[in-house]
């Protein structure tokens, strides 16, 4: 495999968008960068988190604080998520 370097992100221009599914059943943000999905965060209602990662090349290089920053706000988001779907009376209610 070859790997090749590339400029690191600038994070202030990526976009979060929230997405949910039904199969299987999940929240997730996906964080692109000019409209190219770099990463998909999603969430179980167990509040098990998974990162997907870009496969198609599109060049995107993180500086590991700035990675861990923008991994940090998806789980602060998705958390708070779950903590409304997990409401009494709400979708994700196990009462």
């Avoid at 059943?25 to 998974?50: F, P």
């Avoid at 997990?86 to 979708?91: C, Q, S, V």
Wanted: aromatic fraction near 8%.
């Amino acid at each position: 495999m070859t790997i090749f370097r590339s400029n690191f992100v600038d994070t202030t221009r990526l976009t979060y968008a929230f997405v949910s599914s039904s199969e299987p059943d999940t929240i997730g943000v996906e964080v692109a960068l000019d409209g190219n999905v770099l990463l998909d965060v999603s969430m179980d209602e167990d509040g098990k988190i998974t990162v997907l990662f870009d496969e198609d090349g599109h060049q995107a290089e993180f500086e590991l604080n700035e990675l861990r920053a923008v991994l940090t706000k998806c789980e602060t988001e998705l958390n708070d998520w779950r903590n409304r779907l997990t409401a009494p009376g709400e979708m994700w209610s196990k009462t």
